[in-house]
């Protein structure tokens, strides 16, 4: 690829996965693949380097980091014709897992200079504000969305996901699981929890919804009818050993529309990151975005 190559790195990320981003700077390097380094400073830096880019000319933009720097990036470059890159240095990289993009140092060099792409279809979240957010892997409400607002920062960078561990198993014990009134493609129902993917997995390459894929319209909504910490730490053990879609109490809809109304003030978390609070309506992006692969 011989375009001019910006890469968008989340410093904060820790000593261990610096170094990982330098191995494939290297490996960057030694392929004659032309880039320039941007440091980001703090949460939504990312998408502000992203738009910066596009209204220089760049035409691809790297995101080097996890699912949330990823998603900041495609917030900045949406709309525009700047395809997207990714170094998965994050804690879970699920979009990495979701598009079979390479971990490897000199895999990553090797598609950059290949410069081929797959266009996927992002989700958008509107909130009451008027404020639209774009997601590319996932959305939730109820347990996973106050894990996500109340995660411990540095112990995140220490143990990785242990740290999603250790969060949740205080939520089970802490969150009241309110039911959320939902419309389904205007069809009224409730939950305890709600997530709406665009792709198979979640939590690393855990399966969710099988039948998702990020470039297809629509997104599947994961509605789970119990709450409470039997029905948490039932979902919580059947998620690693493959048996979360095939569970009791957990329905899968494909949607084109999802609307989350009640109680007002909840935390939505999306691609692991907190990007504002109910009520929130969910529909695909007006946009695709192009990715290397």
Known sequence: MRSRVLVIFNPAAGARRRRRFERVAGALAEAGIRFTVADTAAPGHAEALAREAVAAGERV???????GTIAEVVNGIAGSKVRLAVIPIGTANVFAH?????FGAAAIAAA??????????PGAARFADGRVRLFVQMLGVGLDAAVVASLNG???????????????????????????GLALDGDAGEGAQVI???????????????EATPDAAGF???VFARGGWWAALRAGIALPLGLLP?????ARHRVATIEIAAPAGLPVQADG???GATPVTVTDAAMRIAVVV
């Open 273 to 275: 990151d907190l990007i």
């Open 220 to 222: 599947s909504a994961c």
């Open 196 to 210: 709406a993917t665009k792709g198979r997995f979640y939590g690393g390459r855990f399966v969710l919804a099988p």
């Open 246 to 250: 095939g569970l009791p109490g957990i």
């Open 61 to 67: 933009v790297v995101a080097a980091g996890g699912d």
């Open 154 to 180: 540095a112990l995140k960078r220490r143990i990785g996901k242990g740290a999603y561990v250790i969060e949740t198993l205080r939520q089970i014990a802490a969150w009241p699981f309110p039911r959320l």
């Open 98 to 102: 979701e598009l079979g993009l390479p």
């Open 112 to 121: 950059l200079k290949r410069g081929a792409t797959r266009a996927v279809i």
